[in-house]
């Protein structure tokens, strides 16, 4: 007989997925609503209007595609995408590669702009590049969570719109953690997900798009033969569960009868997006702020260095350089085995040199901060790490304490 799994709460201290905020976890319970509900349909016309906010977007079209970030990234890309498009993707860290995949998928012809995963690129360079290599689409990652770097975007933003180049950001790690502003950066196309900053389950995007694209994609819309043959296009958009032509009349008046939609991940981001407006998107981007530093200094009280440029270090992770002669899996073990915490180890060449501690969402409090100070203050003494022990968890209840 197969057991019903039982598990003991998490610290989640991860660049995500991060703890669901409880009340976005009760909402999910909520009976079934079938996706053409009167009801759920209000639903969706909300989280459209709030999905809006934290992006710093007043764009007509934003709404959720159900899948992980990455579908959202996907369906972005593919949309403007046509075999031999010319896009350039600068890379600073890891999950720019996702997007040059997706693109070369699409049968882009994709040019890398590279640099060390230590800092985000200087404008000027991404801009000349853009001179040189005159794409059609400019794809970037705004917060890389494998590094805790972050990507300033005005100017190059100002220039793609004064050149006509599409200017898309995958903004995952920073939605909902640290003020963005879509419009003002000029950003044409920006996704985000649940799982992070956002505080809900993992399985859902979130995206966002100005008129422009509107007006570019609308050749491509092709209907499902299924629902009629009038409308046709011989540019039509490779994928249909992730045609964003779909989907946006599906989330539209014309309520189209694409997918069958995940309601009860809907309730979820309705309900996590909700919290974030009553709580006040500028009073979660302090909190978030808050944490961080006292994050980040407590680190520093302990001896630790934290990896990268300080100037351009994201506020949802804290990467720490793992001292030598210290095994960083052992530490991550013992945290989780014995305190239940969980943090995170990184990829590509940073692989065993760092630790990242998320910063997200619901996971972002007090209590966290404090738990997993403690915690790891312990475990680095338990593994021979030679430091002023307890430095940095006082130091860290003396800042809240004021
Ligand atoms: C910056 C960034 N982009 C994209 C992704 C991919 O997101 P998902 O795993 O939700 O598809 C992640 C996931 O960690 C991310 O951090």
Redesign the pocket.
């Known amino acids: 007989m197969y057991q019903q799994p039982i598990f003991e709460g998490r610290t989640i201290m991860t660049?995500?997925p991060v703890e669901a905020h409880p009340a976005v976890l009760r909402q999910m319970v909520q009976p079934i609503l079938g996706q053409f509900d009167p009801e759920f349909l209000k639903i969706m016309d909300e989280v459209k209007e709030m999905i809006k906010v934290p992006f710093g977007t007043t764009n007509k079209q934003a709404f959720a595609i159900d899948?992980?970030?990455?579908?959202g990234?996907e369906a972005g890309l593919i949309a403007l995408i046509e075999p031999g498009d010319k896009v350039l993707v600068p890379a600073y860290?890891?999950?720019a590669y996702?997007l040059g995949e997706i693109c070369e998928r699409a049968q882009a012809d994709v040019v890398y702009l590279e640099k060390e995963w230590d800092s985000p690129f200087i404008q000027a360079d991404v801009i000349a590049a853009i001179k040189e290599h005159q794409p059609k689409l400019v794809a970037m990652?705004?917060?890389?969570?494998?590094n805790a770097q972050m990507q300033p975007l005005d100017q190059i933003g100002a220039f793609c719109r004064e050149n006509d180049v599409f200017f898309f950001v995958?903004?995952?790690?920073t939605y909902g953690g640290i003020e963005l502003k879509v419009d003002e950066w000029k950003v044409d196309v920006a996704?985000a997900?649940?799982?992070?900053c956002v505080s809900a389950p993992?399985g859902m995007?979130l995206i966002t798009y100005n008129d422009r694209v509107e007006q570019f994609i609308e050749a491509r819309y092709q209907k499902e033969l299924g629902l009629g043959s009038d409308e046709r296009s011989d540019r039509f958009v490779s994928s249909n569960y992730l045609d964003l032509t779909q989907l946006q009349r599906y989330w539209g008046p014309e309520r189209i009868n694409h997918h069958t939609e995940a309601t009860s991940m809907v309730y979820a981001l309705h309900e996590a997006l909700r919290l974030m407006l009553l709580e006040g998107i500028e009073n979660v981007h302090a909190r978030h702020a808050k944490n961080d530093r006292i994050l980040t200094e407590s680190m520093e009280k302990m001896g630790l260095e934290i990896y990268g440029a300080r100037e351009t270090k994201m506020g949802t992770v804290i990467p720490i350089l793992i001292p030598a002669g210290i095994d960083g899996e052992e530490v991550r073990s013992l945290l989780l085995d014995q305190f239940k915490i969980e943090i995170a180890s990184s990829f590509g060449s940073l692989k065993g040199k760092i630790w990242r501690v998320g910063n997200m969402g619901y996971s972002s409090r007090q209590t966290n901060v404090l738990h997993f100070l403690s915690a790891f203050e312990t475990v680095l003494k338990k593994v021979g790490y030679e430091f002023d022990y307890g430095a940095g968890s006082t130091y860290a209840l003396e800042e809240y304490l004021k």
């Open positions: 660049p995500g899948g992980t970030s990455r579908s990234l860290g890891r999950f996702l990652v705004h917060g890389e969570t494998a995958d903004m995952v790690a996704v997900g649940t799982q992070k993992s995007s």
